[in-house]
């Protein structure tokens, strides 16, 4: 059996959907799962062991530059490797017009069917003229978390149940450098601080006292970044903490090696703190103003979810929390 998945963006809900992979391989070992990705998440969705194929999907820049001769030709190859395999499935789970069209695109097998959301759960950005390119689309709670969306889609088709906890099938990240200059040789935590909604933000003085916090314990705290202003806002937070360093820029699979390999991940909504818990890394998500039934860890006891829409969590929420992912502190004196 061959199937094709369309879950082209962003970072966050692209790790979301993955356990739909382990859902099918777990039932039919022998199918062939191939993905479309936006192309800045093709190095992410190869770490997926079960996915066969990745195929990118630049629609966010071809966008700058349409009527171009050398965009409509990628846009060309684009379709022309859609349908160099037949496929008995075609999975959409993001539920837009664009990944509706790219669904459209692909070649279906004799029988093939093209799968899809029948309505999108509360403030997602679903488009319900998506339906149109369905021969079958498949209603979820209003209020599914965005694991559960593409396991159930892919379940209602298939006709098996979701009844274990998810499974990511995230290999580690494979890097020329397998341990660059940045990465401490010994235990570290991470703050993933920055997001692009401000609103989503905890408070900086939140992440310099738990820092502080982490200083007790000797361990250093490693400060992500994206943008200029995210640089910026590290190097405000690392110039109050005793025990922080601003990484350099990283790339998707440095990003994903920080995650990986951390001792403990501390971050807001965003997609490096959930590819963290992925990994089942010991992680604290920060809901400040997003809702947690919706994005929370809710499939290992290596991950704690504090806060709510509207009710950010206090350092004493999370000093517990640390306590319970990494036992009682052993206290050592750090020096500024």
Same mark, same amino acid.
């Given at each position: ?10 970072? =966050? ?47 966010? %820049? ?47 097998? &004799? /029988? /093939? ?5 029948? #309505?999108?759960?509360? *403030?997602?950005?679903?488009? !319900? ?7 079958? $689309? ?26 274990? @906890? ?5 290999? &580690? ?6 341990? &660059?200059?940045?990465? @401490?040789? *010994? %235990? ?16 900086? +003085? ?5 820092? !502080?916090?982490?200083?007790?314990? =000797? ?6 970044? =994206? $943008? +200029? ?13 005793? #025990?922080?360093?601003?990484? @350099? ?31 089942? %890394? ?6 400040? +103003? ?16 504090? !806060?709510?829409? *509207? ?15 990494? *036992?009682?502190?052993?206290?050592? %004196?750090?020096? @500024?």
């Amino acid at each position: 059996m061959k199937i094709l998945i369309v879950r082209v963006s962003s970072l =966050g809900d692209v790790v979301h959907n993955m356990p739909m992979v382990a859902d099918i391989l777990r039932r039919h070992p022998d199918a062939q799962i191939d993905w479309v990705v936006e192309e800045a998440y093709t190095s992410l969705v190869r770490l997926n062991t079960g996915v066969r194929h990745v195929i990118p999907f630049a629609l966010r %820049r071809w966008r700058k530059s349409l009527l171009a001769a050398d965009t409509r030709a990628e846009i060309r190859r684009f379709r022309e490797r859609l349908r160099e395999e037949a496929y008995d499935y075609v999975f959409d789970t993001q539920g837009l017009t664009k990944t509706g069209i790219v669904m459209r695109m692909a070649r279906l097998a &004799p /029988g /093939g069917r093209r799968i899809g959301l029948a #309505n999108g759960t509360e *403030g997602s950005g679903y488009e !319900g003229v998506s339906r149109i390119f369905h021969h079958k $689309s498949i209603p979820v709670d209003i209020r599914t978390h965005a694991v559960l969306r593409g396991r159930l889609v892919a379940a209602a088709a298939l006709g098996y149940v979701v009844d274990t @906890p998810a499974d990511f099938l995230l290999a &580690p990240p494979r890097l020329e450098q397998q341990s &660059p200059a940045w990465l @401490p040789d *010994g %235990r570290y935590a991470v703050f993933f601080h920055a997001t692009a909604r401000a609103s989503k933000q905890w408070a900086p +003085d939140n992440w310099i006292e738990t820092a !502080g916090l982490l200083a007790e314990r =000797g361990l250093p705290v490693l400060l992500a970044w =994206g $943008s +200029d202003a995210e640089r910026a806002d590290a190097q405000r937070l690392a110039a109050r903490m005793v #025990n922080a360093t601003v990484l @350099p820029k990283l790339s998707m699979m440095e990003a994903v090696l920080l995650a990986q390999r951390t001792s403990l991940a501390i971050g807001v909504d965003t997609g490096l703190t959930h590819i963290a818990a992925a990994y089942e %890394r010991p992680t604290i998500e920060l809901y400040c +103003d997003s809702p947690r039934w919706k994005t929370e860890g809710n499939w290992s006891s290596s991950i704690i979810n504090l !806060g709510d829409q *509207g009710a950010p969590p206090s350092v004493a929420d999370v000093a517990t929390a640390i306590t319970s992912l990494l *036992g009682a502190a052993d206290v050592r %004196r750090v020096r @500024p």
